[in-house]
């Protein structure tokens, strides 16, 4: 039997298609996403996950038509600015993993509010995956040894893993894709190497704490392996 996830990832995916199945603009989709995003981290750490990380924005999603991608942008803006409120009300510190390349200094002095607002809460983190990509956070990684001058017999797996967005921030115990699709799309791939997976068939937007209850209690029943 496990105990309660340490951390859990999140694949936020069906957001178009809820929107879609309504009759309702993609940004519509998103734009209940965001909220959805907010209540479901919320309610991992309230029932006592240290870490929550979301995969909001990838570095795929670029490719997305221009009015999609500013759209996103401006519902990243209006999060990262109006909703760290929630979050300080229960003590939880958000973070931002992922690469500032080729965001505008609007968005970059957002995230940096809200990373900046919450930066003493304690009582877990809530990692927004944004504008992230597990290649190349695996590149950037190896990079910064090649920087550092580190030595090739003395690349080590522990070494490179200090070397990642957030070094601190745990493996995912658990990985939960929503929308029903089974892949893990470039998410957290060195700190995927022994993650549980879980899909669930129903959009990101429809997601309840409900549906965080259910996910914890199917995880303490499982039995982790690690290989062994």
């Not at 990079?143 to 070397?163: F, N, R, W, Y």
Request: with cysteine; hydrophobic share 35%.
């Amino acid at each position: 039997m496990a105990d309660i996830p340490t951390h859990i990832g999140f694949i936020v995916d069906g957001n178009r298609r809820w929107a879609e199945e309504r009759g309702l603009a993609p940004f519509e989709g998103h734009k209940a996403g965001k909220e959805v995003v907010v209540d479901i981290m919320t309610a991992a750490i309230d029932q006592g996950v240290e870490y929550v990380s979301a995969y909001v924005f990838s570095t795929e999603n670029w490719k997305r038509s221009k009015a999609e991608v500013g759209k996103l942008m401006d519902l990243t803006v209006h999060m990262a600015m109006r909703e760290y409120k929630r979050f300080i009300d229960r003590d939880i510190r958000v973070r931002v993993m992922g690469s500032r390349e080729g965001l505008s200094k609007k968005v970059i002095r957002a995230l940096d509010n809200i990373e900046e607002k919450t930066r003493d809460c304690k009582r877990g983190q809530a990692i927004i995956c944004f504008n992230y990509g597990g290649q190349q956070e695996i590149a950037d990684a190896v990079k910064s040894l090649m920087q550092d001058g580190t030595a090739v017999d003395d690349v080590t797996p522990e070494l490179i893993a200090e070397h990642l967005y957030l070094p601190d921030v745990p493996p995912c115990d658990v990985i939960v894709r929503t929308s029903g699709e089974e892949r893990l799309s470039n998410y957290m791939l060195w700190r995927a190497a022994y993650s549980e997976m879980m899909y669930i068939d129903k959009n990101w937007p429809d997601m309840t704490k409900q549906d965080v209850t259910d996910i914890l209690n199917e995880y303490t029943d499982r039995n982790r392996r690690f290989g062994g």
